[in-house]
């Protein structure tokens, strides 16, 4: 192994020190919590989801739809480049549709997957700073990028595993789908459920899409399994919610408890929550002072190097 330059030292040390704040959050999330957790319900005019997976085709027209109204960059990598296709949730994908094949059986299924903006959500309660938060009147959980500090709780926090972090961007947003909330009011509903040519997803109040999917339980005896309805009671319950012929873990949703999981996390939004990220912070200040310095450090280097045909150690 050669000899390691400062400058290349600075660089390891910057990186080690954000893992060292990433392991920090880490470990605040994995804290027990600071006390029981009250019961939350949904507010009156909670809106969210509905899908059935029996009327899913796999057509994917609301994950290229999703893209389209949030101004998402298409994720074509999986197609090398030709198709819009991600793999799964990531910075440039809101919602996705994924199949599940049991080579054994044959059996399969379509399932879509996006936030599920819980009743009571962990990643609310885990945000020190309240960047994301739950609104008040449609329950939709929102994202504040004025707020958010980068700490990444709400991706430990959550267990669905929904918010993506822009690793590769300067100035990082959080991703999720919030349910597409700067066009409810223009549209009326998200461009998800706005395009499905099956009414595989539909969008309502919370209330009336339970109803609905109680409904078409007792339809179709037999087909739905254990003809139970997914995020009714699930961690407190979701505004997403979803019926399968199939088992609900196969599709990939966690078997979760009726309890809500902010009592684990919902310290993190307190006083001890705002003095552990207090060094996230002045870290992140530190780091845009560093980097500005550093630009213009480089570029003397390039200089020199140019004039003298030496490399500089720093």
Not at 51 to 76: M, S
Not at 158 to 185: G, M
Not at 227 to 255: D, I, N
Request: one cysteine or more; hydrophobic letters at 40%.
């Amino acid at each position: 192994m050669g000899l390691l330059s400062r400058r290349a030292l600075f660089r390891r040390v910057g990186g080690g020190v954000g893992a060292a704040v990433a392991g920090g959050a880490v470990a605040l999330a994995s804290a027990p919590p600071a006390g029981a957790s009250e019961v939350r319900k949904a507010p009156a005019g909670a809106v969210g989801m509905l899908y059935d997976a029996t009327k899913c085709i796999g057509c994917k027209a609301c994950v290229a739809e999703c893209a389209k109204v949030n101004d998402l960059t298409p994720d074509t990598a999986p197609s090398n480049g030709l198709w819009q296709m991600p793999a799964d949730l990531d910075v440039r994908t809101k919602n996705v549709i994924k199949l599940y094949v049991d080579e054994a059986t044959g059996e399969s299924s379509f399932v879509k997957r996006q936030c599920m903006h819980c009743v009571d959500p962990s990643c609310v309660s885990g945000c020190p700073f309240n960047a994301l938060h739950k609104e008040p009147e449609q329950g939709i959980v929102a994202w504040d990028s004025t707020r958010c500090i980068g700490c990444r709780y709400c991706e430990v926090a959550c267990p669905f595993e929904i918010p993506k972090f822009e690793w590769q961007a300067f100035n990082p947003k959080i991703v999720k789908c919030e349910l597409c909330r700067h066009i409810l009011d223009r549209d009326g509903q998200p461009g998800c459920t706005r395009v499905c040519p099956t009414g595989a997803v539909i969008y309502g109040g919370r209330a009336a899409l339970l109803a609905e999917a109680k409904q078409r339980v007792v339809d179709r005896p037999g087909v739905y399994h254990e003809g139970r309805v997914y995020g009714e009671h699930e961690a407190g319950g979701t505004q997403v919610l979803y019926l399968s012929h199939l088992p609900f873990e196969k599709l990939g949703l966690p078997t979760l408890s009726d309890r809500a999981l902010p009592a684990g996390t919902r310290h993190l939004g307190g006083p001890l929550g705002k003095l552990v990220a207090l060094p996230i912070v002045l870290y992140a200040v530190f780091l845009r002072f560093f980097r500005r310095n550093w630009k213009v450090h480089e570029e003397e280097v390039a200089r020199l190097k140019a004039e003298r045909g030496l490399e500089e150690q720093l």
